[in-house]
């Protein structure tokens, strides 16, 4: 077409010649509209006052055209133009109208009628903002026309404030094409934004088959994850791919652009809508405090580290046994400090023992090596008087312990004792040991490693409590956390991206899951609860079947389950049987009835543990075998020290395999083996 070709030179032109042409475009519409200002008023096409008042031709040209440019109406991109354009316009001719106005009670020159100012200065704004913004959707259009081949046809899910906020920015950038609106409002329905229109979600089937769109975009930034949920299923029936705008937080702050779509992660599903926290219980343990975070790079350790430091603590130190983790964690909390800094204008000033000089970076240290060394861990607390420990170390990845246990006894049980005898040496107020689900009737080495964990602290309480000691141990118990290294859902991610198939261990595998940033703000907030030796639970919410997972998120990427009734789906789902040690479901009590807390979310049982005195030998014993690489006698040991673990015939392989099992079976030690093995 004319119009388009013209349009497409006009593109092409350099920025001087497109603003001149803008100047002498306002240069006949100027004339235009004082003639028709006297026109419209007087109903004459010619009017004998219009003859006498020719003098406010040339006078409009010599006021407008100058005011114009000096208040740069000709510096804007016009196929970017708005409502604030047109603003800008109707103010500038209001200064035009009222300058010649008063020129015109000055001057002797004959007046023109009253109402004709008015009309002048409407029919200016009129004509210069329509030519605009005509000649905005006219490039516009034919920007569009060169990339409509390339565009991603989309149906926005919300008419709000960020649903028009998205299809206006998505028409900008040219990289979607809007082809409707759902709602979830009656009030909505059949109506239109921007010429699109707003329909029911039960229409969708109707818009697919008649637009074909590609993608779906959910522009609910502020709903909760239950009424997340409850479109997203709706919504799975379609097979499209769901994006979503990102968190109001984040595009408040400035960390990104409504339009910065991304897909829904399983994470924004599962699990209950988010309980707020109790602020006094959240800041009792940390806030002014030296904190201590082990297993500081770890999935749970780095989010503790993020919430306490966001909770202002005098100093946090982070001990981590790999180099690599500690120093992402370290980089992340430094550039976390500084924009804590930038929001509250002014930089933490710290007074601690070593002195006034010291900078702000100071508020963090980190610090690389193991639970298992006590003499790092007496210089760490002489060096750095700790107030409260989090205990987030621990190997917890159930195949590999499996198949390492010797390692997964070090660094779970020998690790925590050490750990809980160098932080009672040193006066520490309060240790909160991070255990896990699979510690509750062990089926795994993991899990049997991390209840003896637990009955090391709780024996070491009950001492404490009997010296009238100040020190408060605790533990907390949880289940499985969304996202975390060894996770089935980045596995589960991972298989689908390359095309499948997803693998199960067994259909009926159930999870209790949780985000790790809910996860750690209860536990910041139980750690407030402890009296010592308390056993704290988290409510997981209701458990999930894996394969009902596996399909969801096969759903959510857009994508069809490739089975026996459909051959010629995208993923499939192989069961591949159940691990070593797996168990189907996962529990948290094993004989205790849990109590309530004053948070709705945290249970408080008391666990039975085996006393000090039969604890203490038979883990020397342990800690022996360990020593000395005798995988045989350590698992031996490890059944003696928690019942519920019964022992199969375990898999050596990696640093397990350095000392070969001298014995033609395994042998369990009686009370007598366990008094004569020397203590290490």
Known sequence: MPVFQLSARLLTLPPLRRRLLLISADALLIPLAVWLSFALRLSEFWPPQLQACLWLFPLTWLVALPLYGFTGQYKGITRYAGSRVLYAISARNLAVVLVLHSIEMAAPWPAPPQSSWFLLWFLLTGL????????????????????????????????????????AALRYAQSHRVVGFLDDDPQLWNRYVNGIPVLAPQRLAGLIERQKPSQILLAMPKISRSERRRIIDGLQPYRLPVLQVPSVDDITSGRTRIDA??????????????????????QATVAGRSVLVTGAGGSIGSELCRQILALGPARLLLLERSEPALYTIDQELQQQLRHQQLRHQQIHQLELDQGPDQGPDQLIVPLLGSVTDRALLDQLFADHPVQVVFHAAAYKHVPLVEGNPLAGLANNVVGTRTLLQAAIAHGVER?????????VRPTNVMGASKRLAEQILQAMAQE???????????????????????????????????GGPITLTHPEVIRYFMTIPEAVQLVLQASALAQGGDCFL???????????????????SGLSLRDDQHPNGDIAIACTGLRPGEKLYEELLIDAESQPTSHPLIYRAQETFLEPCRLWPLLDALEWAVARHDQST??????????????????????DRLTPDPSSGPRRPDAGDAAAIPAG
Request: contains cysteine; hydrophobic residues 50%; aromatic residues 4%.
């Open 128 to 167: 210069t903002g329509l030519v605009r913004l005509a000649l905005r959707d006219v490039l516009q259009a034919v920007n569009t026309s060169s990339r409509r081949r390339r565009q991603v046809g989309a149906v926005i899910y919300g008419a709000g404030s960020a649903g028009v906020q998205l299809a």
């Open 261 to 282: 779509l991304r897909p829904i992660a399983i994470e924004e599903l599962l699990g209950r809508d988010p309980v707020p926290p109790n602020l006094e219980l959240l």
């Open 431 to 439: 240790l909160v040991f991070i255990s896990t689900d699979k510690a």
């Open 464 to 498: 404490l409590a009997l010296r009238g000691s100040p020190t408060v141990c605790a533990l907390v118990r949880f289940g499985n956390v969304l996202g975390s290294s060894g996770s089935v859902v980045p596995l589960f991610r991972r298989q689908i991206d390359a």
């Open 538 to 556: 988290l409510d997981m919410g209701e458990p999930i079947r894996i394969l009902d997972l596996a399909r969801q998120m096969v759903a959510l």
């Open 634 to 655: 350590a698992l031996d040991l490890l059944a003696r020290l928690v019942p519920e673990w019964q022992r199969s015939a375990p898999p050596r392989s990696g640093a």
